[in-house]
């Protein structure tokens, strides 16, 4: 079966502009998780998604927003980008949303910020 | 000002050695662990996973073990191989958050 598509796979924004990316994940599978991944920081949770709900959110400013439809497609947007906003954008899908449930990741989208 | 990058560990290894890579965890109520691999221009790929209630768990040429008292997780790969170059990550998935990803090793496989 399919794996996570998460699309565009690159994207170019200016300053001050806002994005949305949108993730598909795996068929049957119900809760996303959105991740952001620089060279200075690592990979690091942005938030996570279970049946249209938010559940868990990471520390980021609320710039950074997201969504998730009845079919388990999930979006995320960020507003008013900064140049530090540049990173590999990650989602991951999971069957249920608990702790001990493996993830699924996507291929990603870079997104550079100038 | 300047933007610093995280200075990965490197290990280098021979191939068709054994590799051991290891991660120290942060949060004593995590109990559920994960190891990825991260090749260039793809998203992580699971590798293996533990639970708290184990010490040990074994896949296909990796093995997994947990060492709860230090926080302590390491991941084994036997006989080594080109594709197994990559980063490697641990991560941790706390009570009522996401996956807290360690700062990740480069493995390279020397032929």
């Known amino acids: 079966k399919a794996g996570v598509t998460q699309t565009p796979r690159y994207l170019i924004k200016t300053r001050g502009q806002q994005v949305t990316l949108s993730c598909s994940p795996i068929?049957?599978?119900?809760?996303v998780s959105w991740y952001q991944q620089t060279p200075g920081q690592g990979l690091q949770f942005l938030f996570e998604y279970f049946s249209e709900t938010q559940r868990n959110k990471g520390n980021f400013p609320g710039r950074f927003s997201g969504r998730q439809f009845s079919n388990s497609r999930s979006e995320m947007n960020v507003s008013t980008l900064e140049l530090g906003d540049s990173a590999l954008y990650l989602c991951a899908s999971s069957l249920l949303f608990a702790e001990n449930t493996e993830a699924f990741f996507g291929q990603g989208t870079r997104l550079t910020v100038v | 000002g300047e933007s610093v990058g995280l200075h990965l560990p490197t290990l280098s290894v021979q191939e068709g050695d054994n590799s051991i890579i290891n991660c120290a965890y942060s949060?004593?109520?995590?109990?559920?662990f994960i190891w990825y691999k991260q090749e260039s221009g793809k998203g992580p790929q699971f590798i293996i996973d533990?639970?708290?209630?184990?010490d040990k768990r074994q896949g296909q040429r990796v093995t997994v073990l947990l060492n709860k008292t230090v926080k302590h997780l390491s991941l084994q790969i036997a006989a080594t191989q080109p594709g197994d170059s990559a980063v490697y990550f641990c991560?941790?998935?706390?009570?009522?958050?996401?996956?807290?990803f360690g700062k990740g090793t480069h493995l390279i496989i020397q032929p």
């Open positions: 949060n004593s109520a995590s109990d559920y």
């Open positions: 068929s049957g599978h119900r809760s």
């Open positions: 991560a941790e998935n706390p009570p009522a958050d996401g996956l807290t």
């Open positions: 533990i639970r708290s209630n184990m």
